[in-house]
């Protein structure tokens, strides 16, 4: 039996997500460009509008400056004071919650130090619930929350959100998403990625990655995370653990790492290995400080936190050759502390690229540092969040207003 | 490996992959020299000097103190004019001698001492000889919406106010204020002479993700850099000098930090290139 080709309704509902998505990422966007963009004609562009405009997801404008004669073509954008998501990030040293608007602009947001020890899941929830709490305290009254969603320093199964290991944090089999939604109690639940998969996600839709369908970002923070884009796809792996590049071993009986192995890449380029190579281990800074410390000190001239980064550098450029070889990525982004570490060891690491990625691959990869900085992580968890109502915008509207 | 670097490794990338797969090989350069030779009275700075920049990417200009880089790049800005040799833009032959020539064809220029006035304010110094162009008298309002706009299509974040006077600034911020004064009117080519070199590892963090965001909007932009880390970190191309001749110019993703400091320091390194009793100093093209 034939299946029966998409309904006019199944059609419709496909262009409003698409047509909503363009305004979120693209921003203002005239509906003269957005004829073109989605090949479709004007009346079904004003028609999708309508729709939108009634859902108060956007609103119609007359655009600021004109440069041509005639009548301009109406201006469409998104509602990001009205119609918003609440995103989370929990990294070793650093957690935030933040109020998103539609259109990707962050309109509050609280960020707390977190202290390094055992994962206490009761106290983050609750600090992160209670910082999303004071936040909405402040929001308009017809203001509408379409999602909720978490970044963390772990794998997380794709099944259901469980936080199955982060080292890092001292988290195993923990189920932080279904706790932050029971203390959020807003009748959302939290979807919750891995902090570098949404890195990815992030640079790719508003960073440095835009229009890059191949790329890998790796993110620095104490260990080394990976996020996989092939074909303009997050690679997710069987379970939701794929992309950890971190736990790629270069170094066979190298460094001892916190999953339990050796020599996996972050154990040799992770936070500790810096410091301790430069000699700096038990200090009192850690994190992103101490990093820049070590490469300031390296920059005044400082042997040991040369070589340190030296050495760094060396490994990082062979984890980055092998992932070269695999994914044939058209960019490789370096967020985090390991922006630091490319800037500091860059001659290390192409080096050990040049030496061991095959040319074919390696001649046409673009190496950049993060376009968002400390935010990509909590941008991709906005994203992520922002998912449901950009697949179906009026039925995803339609179940968060009959709470 | 712990202790071993690759710089040390003797292993070089040549003969791995089939020369010239590379994306850009077929593309044209914007600017190239050929053949420039460039005296200052007795003393013979330039010997037949080629050199190519390429739009959308970052060319990176190296060479010891003395090597000819600022002479170099002071004969593609006209403030120099070459002795002989072929100045190509776009690929037809052009004559430029002086400066206005250069910014005429979109080639524009960040000296070493950036030659800002401290006591204007950052859209006055943006605007700073060039309030007229095409005879347009620009207003006050227009010169700063034109400098906030060029601020923000380069992700500069960093400044609070344009009405503040550059002499308030980091000397990160001022090298952002003189590059974007550089951008300001459409250039095609951007060439920065030593940006970093006065800069702590934050700000210079900043400049060259700045720098590398040019070559990304489509600009061909020339780094000049004493700093090896800076040059891998951000460049696609590296030309270097060695006592006034173009050792080679090659592509980043081809050479080790150690190849490329031996054609700083010898003017060779392996098959890479001056060769031997080489008057002519042809630069020879990576493998
Ligand atoms: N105006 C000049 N008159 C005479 N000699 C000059 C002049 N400018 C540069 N030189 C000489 O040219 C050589 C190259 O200088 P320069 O281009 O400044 O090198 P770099 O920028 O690579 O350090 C040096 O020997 C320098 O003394
Ligand atoms: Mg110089």
Redesign the pocket.
Known sequence: MMRAGPSQEEIRRHNLGVLLRHVHLGGPTSRAELTSRMGVNRSTIMALTADLTAAGLVREELPKETGRAGRPSLVVRPESARVYVFAFDVGVDRVVAARVGLGGVILDRRDAPRERGPFDLEALTAQLAGFAHQMLRDTAPDAVCVGAAAAIAGGVRAADGMVKYGPNLGAFDVPFGEELARRLDIGLPVAVGNDANLGALAEHTRGVGVGCNDLIYLHGDVGIGGGVIVGGQLLSGHAGYGGEVGHMVVNPGGRLCGCGSRGCLEAEVGERTVLEAAGRAGGDRVGRDAIRAVVEAADRGDVAAQRALQRVGDWLGVGVANLINIFNPEMVIFGGMLRDIFLGSAAQVRSRIAISALAASREGVRLRTSALGDDATLTGAAELAFAGVLADPLEALARVTSN | MSETTSTDLGVTPAGRGAPGSGPSDDARPILELRGVNKS??P?H??HDVSFAAYAGEVTALV????????????CIGGI?PIDSGEYLFEGKPVNVHSPRDAAALGIEIVYQDLALCDNLDIVQNMFLGRERKNGIVLDEDTMEQMAAKTLQGLSVRTVKSLRQPVSSLSGGQRQTVAIAKAVLWNSKVVIL??PTAALGVAQTAQVLELVRRLADQGLAVVL?SHNMNDVFAVSDRIAA?YL?RMAAQVKASDVTHAQVVELITAGRSGDLGLTNGNGGAEGKEAP
């Open positions: 200052f009275g003393v700075v330039l060479g010891d103190n003395g090597a000819g880089k600022s002479t170099l790049v002071k120099h002479d030593e000049i000098l006034g």
